[in-house]
């Protein structure tokens, strides 16, 4: 058994907000309340801390299989319990890609053998992500997938989308999309606007992204099916989303800690960490995105955590691959530009992290008996400085290094067994 004595216990499900003892038996928590006495019990002190459900990231790249000079399972898992999740799901876009179920068995059984949290994998939505034929769905939901994708490509067409749709709605599997359309993309690698004229590098327009979600939302229409926008950036699409939901439309969407963060006015060296897919995007953009994170059109918060080895990162702009790591940072950006700023309340950032990406899977985080023994404890106060050279990540493709920040994870704490602790 595990004790865990004085935290700030803040949970969304219950609305929750007091000081309390939380007591683990096993992979379940036992008990809730006040002085708990377990003779026996491990005692961890979590004075000053926050105690909170464990966090979910509904949106990673493990790179395993088939780039594991990237990140593996194991590295991977490891950067995500150093940033507080219990839980991450992978993107299928693995080599081979995670399109049949003997592929997502393979995800789970290295996960089993060397993960530090759990590992949820997401299935293909197209055979090879090609976007010609639907994937091995139903096989892959019975191995263990809890949702589809074909991220990083957008899903082909329209018509495809529809039939992913309406298995899926069957299956009871929510619908992951990269949003782009590729015929606007053209080769472009940051956000069309005035800072891409001025470094002279080819812009992807704000509306590739809007249009996609826009088709996103009309097909959900059409099947009721439950669509979710992947890695949402720019305010137009932000506006579709919200009016789907007005409509009572089954549509959800996250955002990650660096499009709430950053914009596209950082990019004046061409240093490819600032290079990601979506784009950095205006300072306009930025603040929709904070908005929807505080009035609850955003879902979730997600980390989009993409692994790349520094031979890759290091080239011309143009060449270099999108995508950056995210796990270690996540939960300390969101405290210096959400709480500390006081866009939004600490209960709302909590939500973001966790009953808000459980809704979209289907399943419940509760710090309450009876729940999976998941925690994430975290400070409001500390004081750290990330170094990408320390990261537990294989990879160092970050725009944050040397970042100093004020509040973060404290320890992980999954399946009742401390998996690491600051």
């Given amino acids: ?8 216990v803040l949970d969304p499900a219950s609305k929750t907000d007091a000081v309390l003892d939380v007591l683990l038996d096993g992979d379940r928590i036992a008990q809730v309340a006040p002085g708990i006495n377990a003779p026996g ?5 979590a004075s000053g801390l926050i105690v909170a459900p464990g966090f979910t990231d509904l949106h990673c790249h493990l790179r395993e299989p088939g780039e594991d000079f990237k990140e593996t399972i194991e590295t991977g898992t490891r950067a ?15 080599k081979p890609v995670n399109d049949n179920a003997s592929v997502t068995r393979g995800i789970l059984e290295r996960a089993a053998a060397g993960a530090s949290v759990r590992v949820w994998p997401i299935g293909a939505a197209s055979l090879g992500s090609k976007g010609e034929a639907l994937a091995e769905i139903a ?13 990083g490509r957008p899903i082909a067409s329209a018509k495809l989308l529809r039939q992913v749709m309406d298995y899926c709605n069957s299956l009871g599997l929510p619908v992951i999309d990269h949003c782009e359309d590729t015929s606007l993309v053209g080769g472009g690698v940051m956000r069309e606007g005035p800072t891409s004229m ?3 590098l080819r812009g992807i327009p704000a509306c590739a992204e809007s249009i996609a979600v826009s088709r996103g939302v009309q097909i959900a229409e059409l099947t009721g099916g439950h669509f979710h926008v992947a890695h949402l950036s720019c305010r137009e699409s932000l506006e579709h989303v919200r009016a789907a939901r007005a409509d009572g439309l089954r549509v959800t969407c996250e955002v990650t800690p660096h499009h709430f963060t950053l914009t596209d006015e950082l990019i004046t060296t061409y240093d490819t960490r600032f290079k990601m897919n979506p784009p950095l995007a205006s300072r306009s953009d930025r603040d929709a995105l904070i908005a929807g994170l505080a009035d609850g059109s955003v879902d979730c918060i997600a980390t989009d955590h993409a692994p790349h080895d520094a031979a890759s990162k290091d080239v011309e702009f143009d060449k270099a691959p999108f995508g950056i790591i995210g796990f270690e940072t996540a939960l300390a950006l969101a405290l210096g530009k959400l709480v500390h700023t006081n866009r939004i309340s600490l209960m709302r950032m909590i939500e973001l992290f966790t009953t808000g990406p459980a809704r979209i899977l289907g399943i419940k985080r509760a710090v309450a008996a009876g729940a999976a023994a998941d925690l994430t404890l975290f400070s409001t106060t500390h004081q750290w400085t990330f170094r990408a050279a320390d990261s537990a990540s294989k990879s160092r493709n970050t725009p944050f290094d040397g970042a100093a920040f004020t ?3 404290m320890a992980t704490i999954v399946a009742g067994k401390i998996v690491w602790k600051r």
């Fill in 407 to 409: 509040g973060g994870p």
């Fill in 139 to 151: 096989a892959m939901k019975s191995a263990g997938i809890v949702a589809v994708s074909d991220d």
């Fill in 80 to 94: 995500a319990a150093r940033g507080g999740f219990t839980t991450v799901c992978c993107m299928p876009n693995t």
């Fill in 198 to 200: 001025r470094m002279g």
């Fill in 1 to 8: 058994m595990l004790l865990i004595k004085n935290g700030r």
């Fill in 41 to 45: 019990a491990e005692v961890l002190d």
